[in-house]
């Protein structure tokens, strides 16, 4: 681990009092705004000033402490996200927060923070370890699998993944026989069996490729069975061969988007889009065995990838919302900008990525993500919910944008 900047107790102390909701003592307050201040100072520095390895795992530790406990805080007050999809973001199987409790357990295990430990276990605990239903093989309601198998992992509860395991049994017996070319008409993807037609029984759509495949992988290293991988593996390369362009390296979102274009003619690449996949990435590498027959195939992927996203960050540090088009929506955009961030500083971390200029990008988009956060830990500039390069406004926040950037933190942290 890191040397903090400051002792375990302030950041103790104001994670306690976010989780219980007692936020009335001003003095913790102002300690808790003055740690968040501190990093935005090393944050506004200007970009060709250096900044040490210390401050930024210092900055890690901080912002990662006070967004997820400010996250945690909020779950039951999700009032700030749009009616059309707050029902949603209030389910904790549902992606929306299940795509938070991804950041939250990579930095759990970085941080051993008890608190957020206790809290992923009472919340599966809740929730009797169970998967949505209603829609058996969508790659959206296999997301929150992932944390019940991290616990598995982490605290030995096999009971943690046994409707998991109950679930992807069927799947197996009955294997969904569909092309990958998305449809309007069945977008939605509530088709239940294989005969329907609806390629959302498979993984045709970039964020699918974050939500389901590590799942599967995580079920085949705690039941030892590799035939659960084996099945995510072939689906997996299914999809990114048919979303992957070669000639950019970056994903179409799906196959709506292979002749869309966008404001300037350039073709329409979505940045939170990328951001899903480029993270998953890391995320299977390094739950692969060593020695698996694919893995050289998942790393030579990120390396496309990579090598596509360096050249699309923007003066201030951000990604696009619309890659190719950074004019379309000229805000700045944190999710798509989290995940890359942190599927970037993976590579730097791992010794994949060894330039200099590669580590100065991370750096960028690490102090873009700090100017973003509020002082109260509030993560802000995150597009809700769609499929598309949409704008973004800095009230906009939601549960996903705070995992993009716990997991950002989470590499930062182990940042030299």
Not at 20 to 32: K, L, M, P, R, Y
Not at 63 to 87: C, D, M, V
Not at 325 to 343: A, L, Q, R
Request: charged share 20%; proline share 4%; aromatic share 12%.
């Amino acid at each position: 681990m890191y040397k903090k900047k400051r002792g375990l107790s302030l950041s103790a102390l104001a994670l306690s009092i976010a989780l219980t909701g007692c936020s009335g003592n001003d003095e913790v307050n102002t300690q808790s705004t003055s740690v968040v201040a501190d990093v935005k100072e090393v944050a506004t520095q200007s970009y060709s000033q250096a900044i040490s390895a210390e401050e930024i795992r210092n900055s890690a530790y901080d912002i990662a402490t006070l967004a997820g406990a400010w996250q945690i805080e909020q779950l039951g007050n999700l009032n700030y996200i749009p009616e059309s999809h707050r029902a949603k973001s209030e389910n904790a199987k549902f992606w929306i927060q299940a795509a938070f409790y991804i950041g939250l357990t990579e930095w759990t295990g970085i941080s051993k923070n008890p608190e957020f430990l206790a809290h992923l276990e009472k919340m599966a605990a809740e929730e009797e370890y169970g998967l949505l239903t209603d829609r058996p093989y969508h790659a959206d309601d296999h997301t929150i699998g992932q944390t019940y198998l991290w616990l598995t992992q982490q605290t030995g509860n096999k009971a943690a993944y046994g409707p998991t395991k109950e679930h992807f049994d069927w799947i197996l017996a009955n294997q969904p026989n569909v092309g990958m070319e998305m449809l309007d008409s069945t977008a939605s993807g509530s088709g239940k069996l294989h005969n329907e037609g609806n390629c959302q029984l498979r993984w045709c759509w970039a964020d699918a490729l974050f939500m389901a495949p590590r799942t599967w992988l995580k079920l085949s290293n705690v039941t030892g069975d590799p035939k659960y991988f084996e099945y995510a593996d072939k689906e997996f390369w299914a999809a990114a061969d048919y979303l992957f362009s070669d000639k950019y390296g970056l994903f179409f979102r799906d196959s709506r988007y292979f002749d869309m274009k966008s404001d300037n003619g350039e073709p329409v690449f979505w940045g939170r889009g990328n951001g899903w996949v480029f993270a998953a990435l890391p995320l299977i590498i390094n739950d692969l065995p060593e020695n698996h027959p694919s893995r050289p195939r998942y790393i030579e992927l990120y390396k496309k990838n990579a090598a596509a996203l360096l050249k699309l960050q923007t003066a201030d540090g951000y990604w696009p919302a619309s890659l190719m088009d950074p004019n379309k929506v000229k805000t700045p955009e944190i999710s798509g900008t989290g995940f890359i961030t942190y599927g970037l500083a993976w590579g730097v971390n791992n010794g994949i990525l060894d330039d200099t200029e590669s580590k100065k990008i991370v750096e960028d988009g690490w102090r873009a993500i700090q100017r973003a956060i509020s002082d109260d830990g509030r993560v802000n500039w995150v597009q809700h919910v769609g499929k598309s390069p949409d704008p973004v406004k800095k009230t906009d926040s939601q549960l996903y944008g705070t995992g993009a950037v716990l997991l950002a933190a989470s590499e930062m942290s182990k940042w030299q």
